[in-house]
């Protein structure tokens, strides 16, 4: 066990849907990442926040949107689904944003499925 | 930007056997971190092994090891005695030194032992 908490662990839903995605890090971890695992995409980082604001963007479409509230818990919302938005989204988390410790630990991910 | 290369889609290989997995990467900076993650089929990432490239001694956990070549920019993982939960997809991943920590992600191995 990680110590990252995800849920759902699964998520089916329509195209067109907004969903959203939930990650606890660690305790005492300030730093949330998000990454997105498809088959055709591989691994991707998306979007990095660190005690509450943005640190870091990837390859994260605009219909995409995160937030790091001050518990330090995470969301990541995904609107205006599509087919290929289907992936195993995974949020990771680190104590600090700041290259001291660099081991990041990974939830068990949501497996998002549109339909 | 960095790009992480891993060239061998699947291998398998008998229980108790050595294997290496491969790994090139491409970067300009001359400071960065290097990691093995594995991926069995429960999904959760884990971290096997890491490197700091300012180190010359590669590093070892137990019965893994790398062989890090910074001048090849090269960073293949070995497996000794190789054991069934062994079994999963490893994935070689690259981060900056500078500024934030996201992971850059080769393709992933397939890694089967065989009884």
């Known amino acids: 066990d990680s110590g990252v908490t995800q849920t759902p662990k699964h998520l089916i839903t329509a195209t067109g849907q907004r969903v959203t995605l939930r990650c606890s890090p660690r305790?005492?971890?300030?730093?949330v990442y998000w990454y997105q695992q498809s088959l055709d995409q591989g691994l991707q980082f998306l979007i990095q926040?660190?005690?509450?604001?943005?640190?870091a963007k990837g390859n994260i479409l605009e219909r995409f949107s995160a937030q790091q509230f001050p518990d330090l818990h995470s969301e990541l919302n995904l609107s205006s689904l599509e087919l290929g938005d289907s992936a195993l989204y995974f949020c990771?988390?680190?104590?600090?944003?700041?290259?001291?410790?660099?081991?990041?630990?990974f939830g068990q991910g949501t497996r998002l499925t549109v339909v | 930007a960095q790009t992480v290369t891993q060239s061998q889609p699947e291998m398998s290989v008998q229980e108790a056997e050595t294997v290496t997995l491969s790994c090139t990467y491409d970067?300009?900076?001359?400071?960065?971190?290097l990691f093995w993650y594995k991926q069995p089929p429960s999904r959760q990432m884990i971290l096997v092994i890491r490197q700091e490239a300012y180190k010359q001694q590669n590093a070892t956990e137990n019965r893994f090891s790398v062989n890090f070549q910074k001048a090849a920019k090269s960073f293949s993982l070995k497996i000794s005695d190789s054991q069934l939960g062994d079994t999963a997809m490893y994935f070689c991943?690259?981060?900056?030194?500078?500024?934030?920590?996201?992971?850059?992600f080769g393709t992933g191995t397939r890694l089967t032992i065989i009884p």
């Open positions: 926040y660190y005690n509450g604001e943005e640190r």
């Open positions: 305790s005492g971890d300030l730093s």
């Open positions: 970067t300009s900076e001359s400071n960065y971190y």
């Open positions: 990771a988390s680190s104590p600090d944003g700041q290259g001291f410790n660099t081991e990041a630990f």
């Open positions: 991943a690259f981060m900056s030194d500078f500024g934030n920590e996201k992971l850059t």
